[in-house]
């Protein structure tokens, strides 16, 4: 078990306490969703970290090329879209939420992992939360090329929607 396994573990066991009441991120997040100064701090640095190792991956696989103002950045929204739409599908596909399948070539499997006599092996992980990871990527990717300061814009929208009133004043959607 992987350090990142034993987190997700624990995790697991905070959120089920969670849900018996008790908040296993208190110091970070209050009930009414605010965030502490160390969660604003945690929240941002993280996201810049991610952002950062996102983009300098794209970079190396040659997704951008060498001026970052060649690529277009409509183009870039549009991919975005094309993950959000991706993950529709899958919904529409009755996919469950909670859980991912990976797949092997043309093998799925519940296991991200396989040893097999040439080594180890990584599934390509696949279904709503995998297509909701890619939004995520992308949207991260993009911040990061075109110098978007998106880790400021969400602590601060985040501030923001605390102030407003339930449902935004009564909006339906």
Not at 23 to 38: M, Y
Not at 58 to 83: M, Y
Not at 92 to 110: I, Q, V
Not at 113 to 127: A, D, M, S
Request: net charge negative; charged share 25%; proline share 3%.
């Amino acid at each position: 078990m992987t350090g990142l396994d034993e987190f997700r573990e624990q995790r697991k066991i905070q959120d089920s306490a969670g849900e018996a009441g008790h908040n296993p991120f208190h110091h970070f997040v209050n009930a009414d969703g605010a965030l502490s100064f160390d969660g604003e701090l945690y929240a941002e640095g993280g996201i810049a970290i991610l952002a950062k190792a996102i983009h300098t991956y794209s970079v190396n696989k040659g997704w951008w090329p060498e001026c970052k103002t060649d690529r277009n950045f409509g183009e870039v929204l549009a991919l975005i879209h094309s993950e959000v739409s991706e993950a529709l599908e899958d919904y529409r596909n009755d996919l469950p939420m909670e859980t991912m399948h990976y797949t092997f070539g043309l093998t799925k499997s519940s296991e991200f992992v396989l040893e097999t006599p040439g080594g180890t092996v990584y599934g390509k992980p696949c279904g709503i939360a995998s297509e909701m990871a890619d939004i995520i990527i992308r949207v991260l990717d993009a911040c990061e090329a075109f110098n978007i300061p998106v880790e400021q814009a969400l602590i601060e929208k985040h501030r923001y929607n605390l102030t407003r009133a339930y449902r935004h004043g009564g909006k339906k959607a």
